[in-house]
């Protein structure tokens, strides 16, 4: 079947220091990986995508490579912000073009920034 | 309206008691979602409707019940609500067909269930 796993958390930082969060998959066929946010009190954004083996996907300063070879998709920043305290997901998703998606999450990692 | 509503934000129910969710989108989409989101445990995926008129269930389905009479309406029921059904519930909706596939999730549902 198909699975994520993500780095235990909860993740404390100061502002202005580098963030990595690992997400590591498996499953049947090639899958599209994502990484969704979840600002407190609302619901999940997609915060970016990767859709084939060496893509990166990149937004807000956060940026995610599809590794194929190490079934890895780890979030990473070089500054974080106050503002980017949040809980993170990381989703794969097998390609389906006529049937939907089919999201499967990781547990979520929360972040905490302190300034 | 602008992307996904859910109703109630959130709900205090006793036991054995009948709920309704509900969930409204106006992006037109396709596909619609309910997931249910736990501590430690991420979101799980509960009922699914590829398009109007046809569902079909996910990974925790037991107790939960749903319907697709038109495009954007996707409500979710607990028959008889059990004190593990409470939880926070998210709608999310997705275009068809979409090669990457993403989702867009509504603000969420607060249930307790005593």
């Known amino acids: 079947g198909n699975s994520v796993t993500q780095m235990e958390g909860p993740v404390t930082l100061s502002e202005e220091a580098f963030l990595t969060i690992n997400c590591t998959y498996t499953a049947t066929g090639y899958p599209s990986l994502f990484w969704y946010v979840q600002y407190p009190g609302e619901g999940l954004q997609l915060l970016l995508k990767a859709t084939k083996a060496d893509d990166k996907g990149s937004n807000k300063g956060f940026e995610a490579t599809y590794r194929k070879e190490t079934t890895s998709f780890h979030l990473e920043k070089g500054s974080v912000q106050v503002s980017d305290s949040a809980v993170y997901f990381c989703a794969l998703s097998l390609r389906r073009e006529t049937s939907g998606s089919r999201l499967t999450f990781g547990e979520g990692t929360q972040l905490t920034v302190n300034p | 309206i602008a992307g996904i509503t859910q109703a109630p934000t959130s709900q205090i129910l006793a036991a054995g008691r009948r709920m309704t969710l509900r969930c409204t989108q106006d992006m037109r989409h396709n596909a619609m979602y309910w997931y249910r989101q736990d501590l430690g445990l991420g979101l799980r995926l509960i009922h699914y409707s590829n398009t109007a008129g046809t569902t079909g269930k996910g990974e925790v389905p037991d107790g939960y019940s749903v319907s697709r009479a038109n495009t954007d309406d996707f409500p979710l029921t607990l028959a008889s609500a059990v004190p593990s059904q409470t939880s926070v519930y998210f709608c999310?909706?997705?275009?068809?067909?979409?090669?990457?596939?993403?989702?867009?999730f509504g603000p969420g549902t607060r249930l307790t269930v005593l």
């Open positions: 999310a909706s997705s275009p068809l067909g979409a090669p990457y596939n993403e989702q867009f």
